[in-house]
């Protein structure tokens, strides 16, 4: 694993795909500078005693918060019994064939950090990746653009068709003439993340959609599609139970047609 292109592609994964909590950042961290002691090996163990030093975290946030980057693919783990230390594997999130601008020297890099953090204590490896993110921050000169959402991209339609369903029922939480509009493209992303990370189909989004924004309870929580995708599991769950509003299980009441 080259640990200056892991470092790039996390984040850029918290900027462009998923926020992430201090608690799941400083439990990231510190698997990386185990697993870059252990000269990133694909699977290591890492002792709860050690993570809490190295992240801050008490043992129940560190449990709390390796489920959900195992749940968002950033790490994996396996557990070997209550008296011995849990075994991890960090996930690649760079491509092998990528190219980058500073490629030559962030593998040069990335090699002597490697080499020179095995001879090192745990101190010592938490000032060095202090360092190298402060290097990497200045140096890192040519971040992947932004996506941008087209007006006939199936993302983007069902984001407007939230924001319309909302504005429909109460515009008085998003003027059509207010100067700060939702930014419609991020929630073009975050019903994107849905469809690819979330495994969840455009029918049943667009459902959803329809069913939360005629939900006395939903209707006034899910005011974004960052809180549709967070809800997404309870609010399919609750459009699909048998006693829904409108009395057909899945909420499958027939829907106008879908923007795609």
Not at 105 to 131: A, E, G, M, P, V
Not at 174 to 198: C, F, G, M, V
Request: net charge positive.
């Amino acid at each position: 694993m080259n640990y200056l292109k892991q470092l790039q592609a996390f984040r850029d994964y918290q900027m462009f795909e998923t926020e992430l909590s201090s608690g799941q950042i400083a439990l990231y961290y510190a698997l990386l500078q185990i697993n870059n002691k252990c000269s990133w090996i694909e699977w290591f163990t890492a002792a709860n005693q050690t993570l809490e030093t190295l992240s801050g975290l008490s043992r129940s946030g560190i449990n709390k918060n390796r489920n959900v980057l195992k749940q968002l693919g950033l790490v994996d783990f396996e557990s070997n019994g209550n008296r011995k230390a849990t075994s991890y594997k960090i996930c690649v999130l760079y491509n092998e064939d990528s190219t980058h601008n500073s490629e030559h020297r962030s593998t040069h890099n990335s090699t002597h950090n490697s080499t020179h953090n095995s001879t090192h204590n745990s101190s010592t490896l938490i000032k060095q990746d202090r360092n190298i993110n402060k290097t990497n921050k200045d140096s890192h000169d040519s971040k992947p653009a932004k996506r941008v959402y087209e007006p006939d991209d199936i993302n983007l339609k069902l984001a407007n068709c939230l924001l319309t369903k909302i504005r429909e029922r109460n515009s008085s939480i998003y003027p059509t003439d207010s100067k700060n509009p939702p930014d419609t493209q991020k929630w073009a992303n975050d019903i994107r993340l849905i469809h690819e990370r979330d495994a969840r189909s455009y029918d049943d989004i667009k459902r959803i959609i329809e069913w939360c924004q005629q939900d006395s309870f939903w209707q006034n929580n899910i005011l974004s599609a960052s809180k549709l995708r967070k809800q997404f599991g309870k609010l399919i769950d609750k459009a699909d139970a048998p006693n829904n509003f409108n009395g057909n299980k899945g909420g499958r009441k027939p829907l106008y047609d879908l923007p795609y």
